[in-house]
């Protein structure tokens, strides 16, 4: 559309608005035209703006030049559009009509395309014509736009069919058949040429079915049934194997393939195809004794066919090896010390990066991990055992993966008052993940504040919204709530606060959760073996399986003296104190689970040797001689109860119940190793007996990672 169209339309509607008939406008604008020669450069076209609108198309004339022979009708086509193929061919005295071209040279560059080319001025067409009167030319097109035989058959004399073409990837040949008569036919058939005759192969795209098999991997993945060259890419995996990256898709040719790999890529013949997921691990290197061969795929080793080079990036440049030692361990990290692990699949020339890591060595490299936040979204694995004296996060989650790689960390912290959450992390995020890690030493929080605070402490984080597994702490955790109007004080032996999930973790040792000095307005101490309580508005699964506990558990809620009141007091349990939870496949080998309190009003105090509220467990037991110790201290309107969910009765005596591997496997819905080499990060318990780890009784299930 032209611009002065629409300025020209703009002004008819200002018009009319003012009752003015546009007629004024155009004999102005003529007279304008008139007298000055031209003042507005669309006056000439006025009246082609009103017949034809701003919408106006132009149409163009398309003439037939038959070149000699019999005349075809020309046509009128829109600007843009396309020209109809003629329903009947010129005629010339037997000679064979080829086709209509833009130039009479008729150059087979400027074959006119019915189907494609458009109509943007007007043209004229040429008729080509081929061989000589009387003769007639035979196309012959198998599979593209060029026919793959000519030939030049008298008038009237018979053709024969040539053989089937050469098979074509992902179809099958269904045919041949003369253009525009949908008549089939076959090899050495004959068919009589009176006029030019084109014979085209037709072809049916295959259909195939694509099965995934985890090979190793967990989950389901459902078949797919696709039609050759439908343009569509496989499906991204949704297997998942605990410890390994899927890095591709292998045939039975052991041809490798990728998620964005197109499914005309992986196809053949037979009717049904299967590929195996490919997984590969990574075991950092820490010294020259660690070979890359430790990266292997499910057979057991990288096969050489599948993998050109194995690189260490460092500093921006790739350090090439071939699955030998990796050298010191200084030698292959980058600026933020992190490891990138990469393969090369030739047939695809594609880099896979397997793993990135930052490999945590020193007192240093550990502190620095909450040092800033960057640094709490990245991988991390731990190659020495440490030491720890200051809870990693402040304000911040971690949201990344600390494999702990079967080491130690020793907890000393102590004496700190602010902010309110303390253990290895402050906070873990919903996709955080702290995994196969020993935890020991101790933690000891006197808080003092005198706003609603709520302290809260767990070996691993004061707060778990994100997966805490594979965890074996010795770690004992007190929390002394001291200060005025403190609303609560919250220890747990894995995690202050759960709202996460906590699976295949124990904890040996003593849990304290204190309220003390305070004023009218305190209120509760929470302590449980596992978790010291789960949140009733935060978000999260909030459940624990999996996990055992020895040493007892006090919540300890004791006036200053000043007769102030006490609302609520206390809350204990073997395994969580109170709040929603799922809780399974627990065991609480506890002696103890204690209550203690003094003042004024004291009241809704529960404790229980799983939980003290009613929550929901499953397959969960208790060591049948705990003891189970309110103290009500001094007040009316006490209201202590022990529940009824408080688990199965189980004896710890030697030699009976939970004092063996058969109870273990057999009754608590756990499966117990007899040896660490049967035991991995999935199936991590191994039974110790005669000669425990460190802090655990004899006759318990450890973690493999905990035995020589």
């Not at 990574?282 to 004794?289: A, L, M, Q, Y």
């Not at 496997?665 to 999935?682: C, L, N």
């Amino acid at each position: 559309m032209r611009a002065g169209s629409v300025k020209q339309s703009r002004e008819e509607k200002k018009m009319k608005k003012k009752s003015i008939t546009f007629a004024g406008i155009i004999l102005a604008a003529a007279a304008c035209v008139m007298v000055l020669g031209s003042c507005d450069p669309l006056a000439g076209n006025i009246e082609d703006l009103r017949e034809k609108g701003p919408n106006y198309v132009p149409s163009y004339t398309v003439s037939f030049d038959s070149m000699g022979g019999s005349a075809i009708k020309s046509q009128t086509v829109k600007e843009g559009k396309f020209a109809a193929l003629p329903e009947t061919e010129p005629d010339k005295g037997g000679m064979s009509f080829y086709g209509w071209f833009k130039t009479e040279e008729c150059k087979i560059e400027d074959l006119w395309l019915f189907s494609k080319d458009t109509i943007t001025k007007d043209i004229t067409l040429y008729a080509k014509w081929h061989g000589t009167p009387g003769r007639h030319a035979v196309y012959v097109y198998s599979d593209n736009d060029d026919p793959v035989t000519v030939d030049d058959i008298a008038h009237n004399a018979s053709y024969t069919i040539p053989a089937d073409p050469t098979p074509k990837t992902g179809f099958v040949f269904a045919g041949w058949f003369v253009e525009n008569s949908g008549v089939r036919l076959n090899p050495s058939d004959t068919i009589t040429v009176n006029n030019t005759l084109t014979v085209y192969a037709k072809w049916s795209a295959h259909i195939y079915t694509v099965i995934f098999r985890e090979n190793g991997g967990t989950g389901a993945m459902s078949s797919i049934t696709r039609t050759f060259s439908d343009g569509k890419k496989l499906p991204a995996c949704t297997f998942t194997r605990t410890g390994y990256t899927f890095i591709g898709w292998q045939d039975s040719a052991h041809t490798t393939f990728f998620d964005d790999s197109s499914e005309e890529d992986i196809f053949d013949d037979v009717g049904t195809i299967y590929l195996d997921a490919m997984w590969a691990r990574i075991i950092v290197c820490s010294d020259s004794s660690t070979t890359l061969s430790a990266m292997v795929d499910s057979a057991g080793t990288i096969p050489p066919a599948n993998v050109t080079d194995i690189r260490w990036k460092r500093r921006g440049a790739d350090i090439t090896t071939t699955q030998g030692q990796c050298g010191t361990s200084s030698t292959y990290f980058d600026d933020d010390h992190s490891v990138i692990v990469t393969f090369t699949f030739p047939a695809f020339s594609k880099t896979v990066e397997l793993y990135k890591v930052r490999p945590v060595f020193t007192p240093a490299n550990l502190a620095a991990i909450g040092g800033n936040a960057p640094n709490m979204s990245v991988n991390y694995i731990l190659m020495n055992d440490l030491s720890c004296s200051s809870p990693m996060g402040g304000s911040r989650e971690f949201t990344g993966i600390f494999d702990g790689n079967g080491k130690t960390i020793n907890l000393n912290i102590t004496g700190l008052t602010s902010p309110y959450y303390f253990g290895l992390f402050r906070v873990i995020g919903a996709d955080g993940v702290v995994k196969n890690l020993k935890l020991t030493g101790g933690i000891d929080i006197p808080h003092s504040s005198s706003g609603n605070a709520s302290p809260a402490a767990g070996a691993v984080a004061g707060w778990n919204y994100g997966t805490i597994m594979n965890v074996a702490s010795t770690v004992s955790v007190t929390v002394r709530a001291e200060g005025e109007y403190t609303t609560s004080a919250v220890a747990g032996g894995i995690a202050g606060y759960n709202s996460g999930t906590i699976k295949n973790c124990y904890s040996a040792a003593i849990i304290i959760g204190k309220i003390s000095r305070s004023l009218d307005w305190s209120r509760l101490a929470y302590s449980g073996g596992i978790a010291g309580r789960t949140s009733i508005s935060a978000p999260g699964p909030k459940t624990i399986s999996n996990c055992w506990t020895s040493g007892d558990v006090l919540a300890d809620s004791i006036s200053n003296g000043d007769g102030k009141r006490i609302d609520y007091s206390y809350y204990a349990g073997g395994i969580v104190s109170t709040g929603p939870s799922s809780i399974e496949n627990c065991v609480s080998l506890k002696t103890g689970v204690r209550g203690q309190t003094s003042g004024v009003d004291v009241w809704r105090t529960a404790i229980g040797r799983i939980t003290s509220d009613n929550l929901s467990l499953t397959n969960c037991f208790a060591n049948s001689a705990m003891t189970l110790t309110p103290s009500a201290g001094g007040s009316p309107g006490y209201n202590y109860r022990t529940v009824n969910t408080d688990g199965t009765d189980v004896s710890i005596a030697a030699g009976t119940g939970a004092n063996t591997s058969a109870w273990w496997t057999g009754t608590a819905g756990w499966t117990v190793h007899a040896a660490k080499a049967a035991a991995s990060e999935d199936s991590p318990w191994v039974w110790s007996d005669a000669s425990p780890p460190t802090g655990v009784s004899a006759n318990r299930p450890v973690l493999w990672f905990e035995l020589p």
